[in-house]
């Protein structure tokens, strides 16, 4: 069983940075792909980042790229989403999500576990 608790969200001005963060435990995450998920109000949740456990497979959703960044740090047992030029569309609960899996994962269908989800809010 994997815990994954997000931290990090808050309220920022467009143009503005946040760095979310997941840490798991329960087990390490050396064999699981991670990844982001966000979901806005009266939306679907939908894919934001994807990271394989090797750190050679990289995914992220179109609207993302080059803004956001998805990292993590096998000795801390946490990933990271860092976020940067944020806008107000940006805004929703940010999901932390694991599977066991070689490759980065797109797709909600393809995780086990998720995290409780942490808020984030750009104001214009």
């Known amino acids: 069983q994997v815990q994954l608790v997000e931290s990090g969200g808050g309220l920022v001005q467009a143009g503005g940075s946040l760095r979310l963060s997941c840490a798991a435990s329960?087990?390490?995450?050396?064999?699981?792909?991670m990844g982001w998920f966000r979901q806005a109000p009266g939306k679907e949740r939908e894919f934001v980042a994807a990271?394989?456990?090797?750190?050679?497979?990289?995914v992220y959703a179109d609207f993302v790229k080059g803004r956001f960044t998805i990292s993590r740090d096998s000795a801390k047992n946490t990933v990271y989403l860092q976020m940067n030029s944020l806008k107000p569309e940006d805004t929703g609960v940010y999901y932390c999500?694991?599977?066991?899996?070689?490759?980065?994962?797109?797709?909600?269908?393809?995780?086990?576990?998720w995290g409780q989800g942490t808020q984030v809010t750009v104001s214009s």
């Open positions: 999500a694991a599977t066991r899996a070689l490759a980065a994962v797109a797709t909600i269908t393809g995780y086990n576990y």
């Open positions: 329960g087990r390490t995450l050396s064999s699981y792909a």
């Open positions: 990271i394989n456990w090797t750190f050679a497979n990289v």
